[in-house]
C-alpha cells in the first residue's frame, strides 16, 4: 500500500527495523519481529507496542523508505502486509522511477519528484471509494489493519474507528473499536495476548450508555447472551451515536424492509460514511421535532436571534433550513419554535448589516426578524432561491422601506385573492368528497344556546383567537409554553379540526398534494383486496353509538377514507384500530383531512403501529415499562413482572385512549398527542396508574387490577363538554357508576403534565431506540422456538443443535443481503408468511451453507450436484428452501440409517433433481438458476419479465392488494394430511445415464477418506455385479436371436463395455485415484452410443431398480460401515461457524 510521504528522522529506532534491500535513492525494511527470527520476548514487546500505538507496522510489518545520498532525512513511501506485496512495489519503482531520478540534478528535485508520483498514485487509487473520509491517509492505513485483522469479505465498508477499552472480565484490553456496515470489531494485543471480537449488527439485543463504579462511563452492548463494555473513548456520545445508527439500519433493512424503503439515504449499504450516518440521524431528529414529512432533510443550521413580538424580546435558537422548510427553536428555556414552509415565504430582505439580520416576510401580513446571523447573506440567498424570489436591488434599505415594500407585498395578495394559500380552516377542499366535518353537520353548534358549559366553550374560542392575534394563525404560527398550556385546558371542538392538521403537520402534506385524495378514491373504490373485506367487516364496530356513523353519511366518509390509505400503502394496509382512529378524525375534520391526519399518525406519528408484528406499539409499551420502573418505584416492588402493563396498555397505545375513554373525554386526549406526539400518551398512562395506585397494590391478581383499571376509565367524564348525551359515549363496562368518585379528563391531563411533564421527547426517542432493537431480537427469537418446536418433531437433531443450526442458515440468509440491496434472499423475505417461510436460501446461499456442513466431500459450492439437492429438498418448487427443508436433508445424511442415506442418493438422481445430462446446456448453467413460481410445470424457470415488479415471488398475497385462494391453502394442506410415507417399492428404476452419475457420485463421497481405496474397489465390485445381472436378465428375456449380419447392435454391447471398464479398474488396484474417470468415461460412451442408435435408443437403454442396487451395496461391508459412521454434529456446526464468516461474499 502506497503512504502519504512522512518524514522519519530515524530510520532504525531503538532497532526495531531490519534492512532487507537498498540502493542509492529506496531501502526495504522488515519489522523486528516480524517473518525470519522473529517471536520471542522482542517479537511480544514490538507487537504490543504496534497495538497500543495504532501503529500501521501491527499489521504491515514491511515499508519501504526514500532517501537522498546527502541527506540524513528518511521519507516512508509504502507499507506492505507481506514480502510478496512490498516486493511488488519495490519492482515499481526500480522499473519506473530509478531510471528517471539520473536526470535531476538536486536531491530536493529528486525527493520533490518522488513525493508527488506517490501521492498522484494514491490519489488514483483513493479516487472512488476514500473520497467521502474525513482523512483518507489515515483512513486508509486502519482500512488495512481491519481487513487484516479479522478477515472479513472485501466487501463490507468500513465506517469509522476509535481507540478504547474492551472489559475482559474484571480485566480492560486497551485496543481498538472498528465499526463498518454490519459489524463492530474489536482488537487488542498486550505482550502476546490477542483479543479479537467480531458481533454482528443484526445480533444486537441491547446497546445502551452506562455507567457504575468501576466504569465512570461505557457503551454496554447485549449479542448473543454476553455482555460487552467498551469504555475510555475520547468521543464517547460520537462514538454511540454511529453505533445506534449502524444498529438501527440493519435492524430495518434486514429485519423490516417496509421501513428502509422509506430510507433513500441509506440505500446502498456500500456507501454508508460516518459523515452521512450523522447527517442522517440529525436529519431524523429534525424531522420529528419539527412533523415535517420523510422527504425533508437538515441542510443548514444557523445559530441566530429571533425578535418575539408578544414577549417584546429577542430569543437564542437555531434556524434550521431544509428543501421546503425554514424552521426556528428558541434554546433559552422558553420552549417557543415556529415552522414557516416556502411556499408561505413572499420577500427576504436583509435590512441592517452592521446587526448581521435579516427579515422573512409571510403571507397573511407576518413578518420574522432574525438577527446576529453569522452568514446571514449566504442564508438570505438560499431562502430566496428557494422560494424563487429575486434579490432586491436595495440592499442597505431602511426600516422604512421594508415595511413599504412588504406592504405592497400584502395589498398585491389582497387584490389577487387567487395567489394566497388560504390558512388552514379557511381552505375550501373541493375536490373533496365530503367536504364538512361530521360533527358540524350531526351536531351543529347553537349560537343562541347560552347554557354554562357553551359559554364555556366560547370563552374558550376567546381565549384561542387572542392567542391567534399574538402568536399568529396557520402555518407560520409560534408555538410556546402558552400554546401547550390551551391544549392542556382544552380545545374548542370548532377549532379542534384546524389544530390537529397544524400540529401534526398534515397541513403541509395537504398542501403540497393538492387532488391527491381525490385521486385516490377514485381509483381506490370498486377495488376488491383483502384490505377492503376487512374494512367492510369493521365499517359498523367503528364508534356505533355516535349518530355520524349510524347513518350512510359517516359509514361512507369513513369507508373512502380507509380503502384510500390502503390503495397508497398496501404494506400495511389495513389494521384494526385504524377505523376508531378515523372515526374520531372524520368527526372534527373534513374527508381529505381526516386522511391526512391517518397519514401523519401512521407514517410519522406512530411509526411502525399498523403493521402484522405492531412492532411500534410493542416498542412503546417497552419505553412505558422502563418510565413506570422510573418514576412509580412503589408500584414497581408490588408487581416485580411489569408484563402486565404491557398486555393491559396495548389498546392505550394503538387507540390513542378512544377505546377505553368515552369519546368526549378521548378527544381531549387526541388533542395532546397531535401536539406532544407519544409522549402526552406515555405521561397520561403514568397518571392513570398512578391514580389507581393503592387499589393495584392491594389487588390479587391481574383479572382483579384489569377490573380497577375499567372501573376507573368508565368514571372518567368531561365536564366541560358542549356535546349532548345523545352523542356523549355510553359507559362500556361496569354500570355501577357510584362505586367510583368522577374524575374529570382535564384534570387527569392536567396532573399528567404536573407530575410527569419534565419527561423529554429526545429522551423518549432514544429509549425507542434502545427499546425496538430488544423488541425486534424477541420477536426473533419467538420465530426461532416455534421454527425449532416444528422441526424437531421430524428430526433427530436435539434441540441445541438445531439452534445452532438455525443460526447459521439465518446468517446465512442474511449474508446475501450484506453487501448488496437487490439480493433474492431480502427481495423474497416476507413478514406476512408463516414461521418457517421467515427466511429461505436461494440456490447461491444454499449451496454454500451445505457445502459446509454436509457429512462427506462430495458437494462443492460449484458442484451441479448441488443444483439436485437443491432441486430435490425443494418440495414445492418455489427456487428457495426453508429451514425445515433444509433440516430433514440434513437429518437423513447425519441420522438416518444405511437405507435412507442411500434412498436420498439415489433420488438426487431421479427427476425433478437430475433432468438430465450431467453437462449442462447454457442455459442451465448453475449460475443462472433462478427460482421457479409454484404453479410453474416441472421446474421451468422464470425470465426476469415473469417476475412481479419488485422481483419477489410470494406465497402469500401482500397486504391491500391480492385475495387469499382459502380454498387452495385448504387443499394443499389436505394433500399435506393425506400424503403417505413413500417406500423404496415406490422409486422408479434408475436408467443408463442416471445409473453412470450416481455410481460417479459414490466415488466422490469417498475422496480423502482412509479408506478410500478399499470403498472405491467396493463400488466398483457393485456396478460390475449390477451390469452382469442386466446382462443376464436381458439374455434370458430375449427370443430366438436373428443372423449375425442383420441383428441389430446387442442390448448388451452397452452394459458389457460398461463392465469391462469397471473390470479394468479392478485390476488397476494400485492406482484406485484413477478410478472415478471410468464412470465418466462410461457416461461419454454410454451418450455417444444412444446417440449413434438414433431410433433404436429405447432397445438399448437398460435400468436398475432401488432394491437391486441397496441389495448389491449391502453385500460390500466396507460401503455400510462408511455410511453408518457417526458424524460429529458439534464439531461440524463449530467449523461451519468459523467457516461461514471468512467466506467471501456472493460466492
Not at 377514507?561 to 372524520?586: E, F
Not at 423518549?764 to 424477541?778: D, M
Amino acid at each position: 500500500m502506497w503512504l502519504k510521504p512522512e518524514e522519519i528522522l530515524l530510520k532504525n529506532a531503538f532497532k526495531l527495523w531490519v534492512t532487507e534491500k537498498d540502493n542509492e535513492y529506496f531501502v526495504l525494511q522488515r519489522r523486528r519481529g516480524y517473518g525470519e527470527g522473529g517471536g520471542g520476548l522482542t517479537g511480544l514487546l514490538v507487537g504490543t507496542l504496534d497495538t497500543v500505538l495504532d501503529s500501521t507496522s501491527k499489521v504491515a510489518p514491511f515499508r519501504i523508505l526514500h532517501h537522498t545520498p546527502d541527506s540524513q532525512v528518511y521519507w516512508s513511501i509504502a507499507c506492505g502486509v507481506t514480502k510478496e506485496e512490498i516486493v511488488q512495489h519495490w519492482d515499481w519503482l526500480q522499473q519506473n522511477i530509478m531510471r528517471t531520478l539520473s536526470v535531476f540534478d538536486s536531491s530536493e528535485d529528486i525527493t520533490s519528484f518522488v513525493q508527488g508520483k506517490i501521492r498522484g498514485l494514491i490519489a488514483e487509487e483513493g479516487k472512488t471509494s476514500l473520497v467521502l473520509e474525513e482523512d483518507p491517509e489515515k483512513f486508509r492505513e486502519a482500512l488495512l489493519r481491519f481487513e487484516k485483522w479479522f478477515e472479513l469479505p472485501p466487501e463490507e465498508k468500513l465506517v469509522t474507528y476509535y481507540s478504547c477499552s474492551y472489559w475482559k472480565g474484571k480485566v480492560p484490553c486497551q485496543g481498538w473499536l472498528y465499526l463498518s456496515t454490519n459489524f463492530l470489531c474489536f482488537y487488542s494485543y498486550l505482550l502476546g495476548s490477542e483479543v479479537k471480537l467480531v458481533i454482528s449488527w443484526d445480533e444486537v439485543w441491547r446497546l445502551e450508555k452506562t455507567s457504575n463504579v468501576l466504569l465512570t462511563e461505557s457503551i454496554h452492548v447485549l449479542a448473543h447472551g454476553e455482555d460487552h463494555y467498551f469504555s475510555m473513548l475520547l468521543h464517547l456520545n460520537e462514538t454511540f451515536v454511529i453505533m445506534e445508527q449502524l444498529a438501527d439500519y440493519s435492524i430495518k433493512r434486514l429485519f423490516d424492509k417496509e421501513a428502509f424503503q422509506r430510507e433513500p439515504a441509506l440505500s446502498d449499504p456500500l456507501q454508508i460514511t460516518k459523515r452521512g450516518l450523522e447527517a442522517h440521524a440529525k436529519s431524523d431528529q429534525f424531522r420529528t421535532f419539527f412533523r415535517l414529512p420523510k422527504e425533508e432533510n437538515l441542510l443548514e443550521v444557523h445559530e441566530s436571534f429571533l425578535w418575539v413580538p408578544f414577549s417584546h424580546y429577542n430569543t437564542l435558537g437555531k434556524i434550521c433550513l431544509s428543501e421546503n422548510y425554514l424552521c426556528f427553536a428558541s434554546q433559552d428555556g422558553s420552549q417557543c419554535h415556529v415552522i414557516i414552509p416556502m411556499r408561505e415565504v413572499v420577500n427576504v430582505e436583509k435590512p441592517d448589516s452592521s446587526s448581521r439580520a435579516l427579515t422573512v416576510c409571510v403571507r397573511g401580513k407576518r413578518a420574522l426578524r432574525f438577527s446576529e446571523v453569522r452568514d446571514y447573506q449566504r442564508l438570505a440567498n438560499t431562502i430566496r432561491s428557494r422560494c424563487g424570489i429575486s434579490a432586491s436591488p436595495q440592499h442597505s434599505a431602511s426600516s422604512e422601506a421594508i415595511r413599504g415594500e412588504c406592504q405592497s407585498l400584502i395589498n398585491h395578495f389582497e387584490d389577487n385573492p387567487e395567489d394566497v394559500t388560504l390558512m388552514v380552516g379557511q381552505k375550501d377542499s373541493s375536490k373533496a368528497v365530503s367536504t364538512e366535518a361530521l360533527m358540524t353537520v350531526f351536531h351543529p353548534q347553537d349560537v343562541e344556546n347560552l347554557d354554562p358549559k357553551m359559554l364555556k366553550e366560547k370563552m374558550k374560542e376567546q381565549s384561542w383567537n387572542i392567542h391567534f392575534s399574538e402568536y399568529g394563525r396557520g402555518t407560520s404560527m409560534f408555538f410556546t409554553r402558552k400554546t401547550r398550556d390551551l391544549i392542556v385546558r382544552g380545545v374548542p371542538e370548532a377549532l379542534r379540526g384546524e389544530l390537529w392538521m397544524l400540529f401534526s403537520g398534515a397541513v403541509n402534506d395537504m398542501a403540497t398534494h393538492p387532488g391527491y385524495y381525490t385521486e385516490l378514491v377514485e381509483q381506490s373504490l370498486g377495488t376488491s383486496t383483502l384490505a377492503t373485506d376487512e374494512i367492510e367487516r369493521d365499517l359498523h364496530r367503528s364508534l356505533p353509538e355516535h349518530p355520524a356513523f349510524q347513518s350512510d353519511t359517516g359509514i361512507s366518509a369513513l369507508r373512502r377514507v380507509l380503502t384510500a390509505y390502503a390503495y397508497r400503502n398496501p404494506k400495511i394496509g389495513y389494521c384494526q384500530a385504524m377505523n376508531i382512529l378515523t372515526s374520531v378524525l372524520l368527526l372534527y375534520a373534513k374527508e381529505e383531512e381526516a386522511f391526512w391526519l391517518l397519514v401523519a399518525v401512521c407514517e410519522r406519528m406512530l411509526p411502525d403501529y399498523f403493521n402484522r408484528r405492531i412492532i411500534g406499539a410493542l416498542v412503546d409499551q417497552a419505553v412505558f415499562e422502563d418510565l413506570i420502573r422510573e418514576n412509580l418505584p412503589q408500584l414497581v416492588e408490588h408487581m416485580t413482572d411489569l408484563s402486565f402493563f404491557s398486555s393491559v396498555s396495548l389498546s392505550w397505545f394503538l387507540t390513542l385512549f378512544i377505546s377505553v375513554l368515552p369519546i368526549e373525554s378521548a378527544v381531549n386526549v387526541v388533542d395532546c398527542f397531535f401536539y406532544d406526539g407519544i409522549k402526552a400518551i406515555l405521561q397520561l398512562g403514568l397518571a392513570v396508574l398512578d391514580y389507581n395506585m393503592e387499589a393495584l397494590i392491594s389487588c390479587h391478581d391481574d383479572a382483579e387490577a384489569v377490573t380497577i383499571l375499567n372501573k376507573f376509565f368508565d368514571s372518567v367524564t368531561n365536564k366541560d363538554s358542549p356535546l349532548p348525551p345523545t352523542v356523549q359515549q355510553a359507559s362500556v363496562g361496569n354500570n355501577d357508576k357510584t362505586s367510583h368518585l368522577k374524575v374529570d379528563i382535564s384534570e387527569l391531563i392536567r396532573e399528567a403534565y404536573e407530575k410527569y411533564g419534565n419527561i423529554r421527547s429526545e429522551e423518549v426517542e432514544s429509549s425507542r431506540k434502545r427499546n425496538k432493537l430488544y423488541v425486534i431480537q424477541t420477536l426473533e427469537d419467538t420465530t426461532k422456538q416455534n421454527v425449532i418446536r416444528v422441526v424437531s418433531q421430524e428430526v433427530r437433531f436435539t434441540a441445541a443443535q438445531l439452534d445452532e443450526l438455525y443460526n447459521l442458515f439465518k446468517r446465512q440468509h442474511f449474508r446475501s443481503c450484506y453487501w448488496t440491496m437487490k439480493s433474492p434472499a431480502l427481495l423474497h423475505h416476507d413478514p406476512s408468511l408463516a414461521y418457517l417461510e421467515q427466511y429461505q436460501l436461494g440456490f447461491q446461499q444454499f449451496s454454500v451453507l451445505f457445502s459446509l456442513l454436509e457429512p462427506w466431500a462430495f458437494c462443492s459450492t460449484k458442484s451441479p450436484l448441488s443444483l439436485w439437492i437443491f432441486r430435490l429438498i425443494d418440495e414445492n418448487q418455489d427456487g428457495l428452501v426453508n429451514f425445515k427443508e433444509f433440516c430433514c436433508a440434513l437429518d437423513t445424511l447425519y441420522n438416518g440409517s444405511f437405507t435412507n442415506k442411500l434412498k436420498f442418493l439415489f433420488k438426487l438422481h431421479l427427476p425433478p433433481a437430475f433432468t438430465g445430462s450431467p453437462l449442462h446446456t447454457k442455459e442451465e448453467r448453475i449460475q443462472h438458476f433462478i427460482p421457479v413460481t409454484e404453479d410453474s410445470s416441472h421446474l421451468s424457470r422464470l425470465t426476469a419479465f415473469d417476475l412481479p415488479a419488485d422481483g419477489v415471488i410470494r406465497k402469500s398475497p401482500e397486504r391491500g392488494r391480492g385475495k387469499v385462494d382459502l380454498q387452495a391453502y385448504l387443499k394443499q394442506w389436505q394433500n399435506e394430511i393425506l400424503k403417505k410415507e413413500e417406500t423404496i417399492k415406490d422409486l422408479p428404476r434408475i436408467d443408463q445415464t442416471q445409473f453412470i452419475q450416481f455410481s460417479k457420485t459414490l466415488y466422490n463421497t469417498f475422496h480423502g477418506d482412509p479408506e478410500e481405496e478399499s470403498l472405491y474397489r467396493a463400488v466398483a465390485h457393485v456396478t460390475s455385479l449390477l451390469l452382469r445381472m442386466e446382462e443376464v436378465g436381458r439374455r434370458l428375456q430375449e427370443p430366438s436371436s436373428p443372423p449375425e449380419s442383420t441383428k441389430p447392435a446387442s442390448t448388451a454391447d452397452i452394459p458389457a463395455a460398461a463392465a469391462a471398464a469397471v473390470e479394468e479398474e479392478e485390476e488397476d488396484e494400485s492406482s484406485p485415484k484413477e478410478a472415478p474417470t471410468t464412470p465418466e468415461s462410461s457416461a461419454t460412451t454410454g451418450s455417444h452410443d444412444s446417440q449413434d442408435a438414433g431410433p433404436d435408443l429405447t432397445e438399448t437403454e437398460w435400468s436398475f431398480s432401488f432394491e437391486q442396487v441397496l441389495a448389491s451395496l449391502l453385500n460390500e461391508p466396507a460401503l455400510v460401515s462408511f455410511f453408518e459412521r457417526p458424524v460429529d454434529v458439534h464439531a461440524k456446526l463449530e467449523q461451519a461457524k468459523v467457516a461461514q464468516l471468512k467466506l467471501k461474499a456472493n460466492k
